[in-house]
């Protein structure tokens, strides 16, 4: 997978196993509120870029400390991906948008076509899917869709 995504220009990231995203070569480790602390992954790994889960205002202010190239806020709605995640909700998008706008982070949890908007109305200006995409009768279209749906890109310093 890693020279899939090298070939078409985007970031190779492996979920929760710094061992295995430093071992394939890896452009990031994505690690959760469970997983290593960032501290450790970073003198494992220095070389990886981090992203981080986050499901409140305390520790998507802790991520920002740890510095990544991203971290993820929700999950947005209840999902099925996480079952007994309990909704971290548009308020927790709200504060992150406003006190955070100049770093980058992606909504997540329960987000498909008929959510985007409001999760974009809350300040969403990106969105990570799995289920509204994967499970559409043309995925393509259905992630060209929601990609239509965000405002336009602008430019974000990562953490680092």
Same mark, same amino acid.
């Given at each position: 997978m890693g020279a899939l995504?090298?070939?078409?220009?985007? /970031?190779f990231f492996v979920n929760d196993r710094v061992d295995v995203a430093?071992?394939?070569?890896?452009d990031g480790v994505h690690l959760? *509120?469970?997983?290593? /602390?960032? %501290?450790?992954?970073?003198?494992?790994? &220095?070389q990886l870029l981090l992203g981080l889960s %986050?499901?409140? &205002?305390? *520790?998507? %202010?802790?991520?920002?400390?740890? @510095? &990544?190239?991203?971290?993820a806020v929700g999950p947005v709605h209840a999902t099925p991906t996480k079952p007994g995640r309990a909704a971290a909700g548009l308020t927790y998008?709200?504060?992150?948008?406003? *006190?955070?706008?100049?770093? /980058?982070?992606y909504?997540?949890?329960?987000?498909?076509?008929? %959510?985007?908007?409001?999760?974009?109305a809350a300040g969403a200006t990106r969105i990570a899917v799995?289920?509204?995409?994967?499970d559409a009768p043309d995925p393509? @279209?259905?992630?060209?869709?929601?990609?239509a749906r965000l405002p336009a890109p602008r430019e974000a310093a990562p953490c680092r």
């Open positions: 995504a090298r070939a078409r220009h985007v /970031p430093a071992a394939s070569g890896a959760g *509120q469970g997983d290593l /602390p960032a %501290t450790w992954a970073r003198a494992l790994a &220095p %986050t499901h409140s &205002p305390e *520790q998507a %202010t802790r991520a920002i400390l740890a @510095r &990544p190239a991203y971290f998008v709200r504060h992150v948008a406003a *006190q955070f706008p100049s770093v /980058p982070w909504a997540i949890g329960g987000i498909d076509r008929d %959510t985007v908007d409001e999760v974009v799995v289920r509204a995409v994967l393509a @279209r259905a992630a060209a869709d929601l990609l």
